[in-house]
């Protein structure tokens, strides 16, 4: 993770992730990575969604033909496509009650690049979900309370039960499901929901490993990465290759050996 670059925006470090902060950039820096927070802006308007960047430090690229990775002249940053978006759960909600939430994540802005830095885009959007679960849980415990409350002060004054009617909080939790689900539909959007604000800590850790070794990972998928040449032993028989083969200086697979004598 040494060539990972981590840009943090002042929502997403002063906002949810506040408590978390500094355990998170102890275990990124830890393991090589820069971490970069940025400054409030007097002019930009808050945001409301806290995000987070990758940048990488390109120092070779691969030569598909030769196999080999070959120095650049000078070292190259770029921007990684991987946008992580943080929110709070009832900042949520209300981007989901006035119907902004795609627009939210969609046009909010990024820290800003760095001297010599190379976007790749489209962007790929990440939102990661802190406490929702535990948020509506709250929720309902409050209107429970709320209606206990309205049931008791009816008594004491000895007038007749009347339903008090309190916003439903499976309708909001439908609400939710529904603006997530359009999100990754129609956004191709990756939703994280995370149980604590604690637990972000693993799961923003495990994104930056994958984001810095995703290079790799796509060498792998295409099947260009630099293999090591397997050796194929012969004989006048198959058992002539596999006693042949127990004398070599290294133990054979089980591709090696003809499946007549397995």
Same mark, same amino acid.
């Given at each position: 993770?040494?060539?990972?670059?981590?840009?943090?925006?002042?929502?997403?470090?002063?906002? @949810? !992730?506040?408590?978390? !902060?500094?355990? $998170?950039? +102890?275990? /990124?820096?830890?393991?090589?990575?820069?971490?970069?927070?940025?400054?409030?802006?007097?002019?930009?308007? @808050?945001?409301?969604?806290?995000?987070?960047?990758?940048?990488?430090?390109?120092?070779? +690229?691969?030569?598909?033909?030769?196999? $080999? /990775?070959?120095?650049?002249?000078?070292?190259?940053?770029?921007?990684?496509?991987?946008? #992580?978006?943080?929110?709070?759960?009832?900042?949520?909600?209300?981007?989901?009650? =006035?119907?902004?939430?795609?627009?939210? #994540?969609? =046009?909010?802005?990024?820290?800003?690049?760095?001297?010599?830095?190379?976007?790749?885009?489209?962007? =790929?959007?990440? !939102?990661?979900?802190?406490?929702?679960?535990?948020?509506?849980?709250?929720?309902?415990?409050?209107?429970?309370?709320?209606?206990?409350?309205?049931?008791?002060?009816?008594? #004491?004054?000895?007038?007749?039960?009347?339903? #008090?009617?309190?916003?439903?909080?499976?309708?909001?939790?439908?609400?939710?499901?529904?603006?997530?689900?359009?999100?990754?539909?129609?956004?191709?959007?990756?939703?994280?929901?995370?149980?604590?604000?604690? *637990?972000?800590?693993?799961? !923003?850790?495990?994104?930056?490993?994958?984001?810095?070794?995703?290079?790799?990972?796509?060498?792998?998928? =295409?099947? +260009?990465?630099?293999?090591?040449?397997?050796?194929?032993?012969?004989?006048?028989? @198959?058992?002539?290759?596999?006693?042949?083969?127990?004398?070599?200086?290294?133990? @054979?697979?089980?591709? *090696?050996?003809?499946?007549?004598?397995?």
């Amino acid at each position: 993770m040494r060539d990972l670059i981590i840009r943090l925006d002042a929502e997403a470090a002063q906002g @949810p !992730l506040a408590p978390v !902060l500094p355990q $998170l950039r +102890e275990k /990124w820096e830890a393991d090589g990575a820069t971490v970069y927070i940025s400054t409030p802006s007097l002019v930009q308007e @808050p945001q409301q969604t806290g995000i987070i960047v990758f940048e990488r430090r390109v120092r070779s +690229e691969y030569d598909p033909v030769q196999k $080999l /990775w070959t120095p650049l002249d000078e070292e190259q940053i770029q921007r990684e496509s991987t946008r #992580l978006h943080i929110v709070a759960p009832e900042t949520l909600q209300d981007l989901v009650r =006035r119907g902004s939430l795609a627009e939210a #994540l969609l =046009r909010a802005t990024p820290p800003a690049l760095g001297p010599n830095v190379h976007v790749e885009t489209p962007a =790929r959007h990440v !939102l990661m979900i802190l406490g929702l679960d535990a948020y509506f849980k709250q929720l309902r415990t409050a209107q429970h309370r709320a209606y206990t409350e309205h049931v008791r002060q009816r008594v #004491l004054h000895g007038q007749s039960s009347t339903r #008090l009617h309190l916003p439903s909080e499976e309708d909001a939790r439908a609400d939710i499901d529904k603006a997530l689900l359009r999100l990754q539909m129609l956004h191709a959007c990756y939703v994280v929901q995370v149980p604590q604000v604690h *637990d972000a800590v693993d799961h !923003l850790y495990s994104i930056a490993c994958d984001v810095s070794i995703r290079p790799y990972k796509l060498l792998e998928g =295409r099947r +260009e990465a630099p293999t090591r040449a397997s050796r194929t032993i012969t004989g006048p028989s @198959p058992l002539a290759t596999f006693r042949g083969a127990r004398r070599r200086p290294f133990t @054979p697979s089980r591709n *090696d050996i003809p499946p007549s004598i397995r």
